[in-house]
């Protein structure tokens, strides 16, 4: 089983952004101890702040792997692009968030990616990324 991670704008500065909201934990630490627990999966990371990277790469895996775990940043709330891209693919994605952005700001509770997603995991920290890895196995 092949699954792709995929990781928006300011992902890239996990660990050091907000710790009081993501962590203080850079997903390039995290991303071994989640290849460890599933020896048995190919699982490949990617990380853009440009929404056409975005677009790019899941248009590039989004017919042979068998799944993507999306944390679209911002751009979820702002990308019929990405929400376009979603509906075209064969592959299932699943929006992840770290934090539980329906206790933030109100302008976060508004998804414009998850009506295309298989679906939507939210507010647990890094560990909303195994949960999607475990939700693509239950498949």
């Known amino acids: 089983m092949k699954i792709q991670i995929i990781n ?3 992902l890239n500065l996990l660990g050091v952004r907000e710790p009081g909201i993501y962590g203080k934990e850079s997903f390039e630490a995290y991303l071994p101890e989640l290849k460890k ?18 677009i790019d790469k899941m248009q590039e895996v989004g017919f042979s792997y068998d799944g993507i775990i999306l944390n679209a940043g911002a751009y979820t709330h702002t990308s019929v692009a990405l929400q376009d891209c979603i509906r075209s693919l064969k592959t299932p994605v699943i929006e992840v968030h770290i934090s539980n952005v329906h206790a933030r700001e109100e302008f976060r509770h508004r998804s414009l990616i998850s009506s295309a997603c298989l679906g939507v995991i939210a507010g647990f920290g890094l560990d909303s990324y195994r949960l999607a890895v475990e939700a693509l196995l239950a498949r």
């Open 37 to 54: 627990k599933y020896p048995e999966l190919q699982i490949d990371y990617y990380q853009s702040n440009i929404e056409g990277e975005l």
């Open 8 to 10: 928006g704008p300011n």
